[in-house]
C-alpha cells in the first residue's frame, strides 16, 4: 500500500487529511511535528509523498523540505495557512512540488496528491535509460541522443539533465540546483546554472528549445509536452 506522511500541529487538519487519504486506499503515517516527521520519513524509505504544514513546532516545514531535499526526490506538498506569494516562492526554493492554501479542498487536495504520485518516475525508464519524447539519456554509456542524433554533453550538463528527467514537470529553484550538482561547498554563483542550461539547451536544439521551460521568478523544469509555438 502506497505509504503517505501528514505532518501538522493541529490534529483536526491531520485527521481530516489522514481520512481522506486513506479512503483513496493510501496508508497514512502521522506526526505532530517536524522533528517527529523526519524520523518517520527516516524509518519509512519507501515513503511516496509527504504533506507537510509549514508552522510546526521542533522543525518548520521549510526546513524539514529542504533536509528531505538533501536525500531524495520524493514529492513534496506543502500545507499552510499562509498565502502570500513570498511564502509560496520559499516554498518551491526549498524544493516543494506543491503548496496549498488553508483553508483548502480536501477533494482538491486528494487530486493534486494523485497527480503528484503518477509523477513520480514519470520519465519511463528501461535499465540506465531514460526517455522522454525524442530524447534518449543512456546512464551507463554516459550519452545522450535526440532523434537518434548523439548529443556532446559536459559532466555538468548531462547531470542536470538527469536531475531534471527524473522529476518531470518540477521546478527547481536555481539554488537547488547549484547545491545539488555543484555541492554546497561550491563558491560560485547561481549564474553558473543559468549559463549550463542555456548552452543545454541549445545543444539539444529543437528539442531543448521545447523542453526546457524558465519558469520566471522560480527556477527551471522539463516540460513534458513541450512548448509548442
Avoid at 1 to 24: G, H, P
Avoid at 66 to 85: F, G, H, N, T, Y
Avoid at 109 to 122: D, P, T
Avoid at 124 to 142: N, Q, R, S, T, V
Wanted: aromatic share 8%.
Amino acid at each position: 500500500m502506497t505509504k503517505i506522511i501528514v505532518a501538522d500541529d493541529e490534529q483536526l487538519i491531520r485527521r481530516l487529511v489522514c481520512d481522506f487519504l486513506k479512503k483513496e486506499g493510501y496508508e497514512t503515517l502521522e506526526a505532530e511535528d517536524g522533528a517527529q516527521a523526519f524520523e518517520l520519513y527516516k524509518a519509512n524509505p519507501d515513503v511516496a509523498l509527504l504533506i507537510l504544514d509549514i508552522m510546526m513546532p521542533e522543525l518548520d516545514g521549510w526546513e524539514l523540505c529542504r533536509r528531505i531535499r538533501q536525500k531524495s526526490d520524493v514529492p513534496v506538498v506543502l500545507l499552510s495557512a499562509r498565502s502570500q506569494e513570498f511564502d509560496q516562492l520559499t516554498g518551491f526554493e526549498v524544493g516543494a512540488d506543491d503548496y496549498v492554501t488553508k483553508p483548502f479542498s480536501p477533494t482538491v487536495l486528494m487530486k493534486r496528491v494523485e497527480v503528484l504520485l503518477k509523477r513520480k518516475g514519470n520519465a519511463p525508464k528501461d535499465g540506465g535509460k531514460i526517455f522522454l519524447d525524442k530524447l534518449i539519456l543512456d546512464k551507463e554509456a554516459h550519452a545522450v541522443t535526440v532523434d537518434g542524433e548523439e548529443i556532446s554533453l559536459t559532466l555538468k550538463e548531462f547531470e542536470l539533465l538527469e536531475k531534471m528527467l527524473i522529476s518531470v514537470d518540477r521546478v527547481f529553484s536555481r539554488e537547488q540546483l547549484l547545491d545539488d550538482i555543484w555541492g554546497y561547498t561550491y563558491e560560485g554563483d547561481t549564474r553558473t546554472v543559468d549559463s549550463h542550461l542555456a548552452r543545454l539547451r541549445t545543444k539539444l536544439g529543437d528539442w531543448g528549445e521545447r523542453h526546457i521551460i524558465t519558469v520566471y521568478g522560480l527556477g527551471y523544469k522539463l516540460d513534458r509536452e513541450g512548448v509548442t509555438e
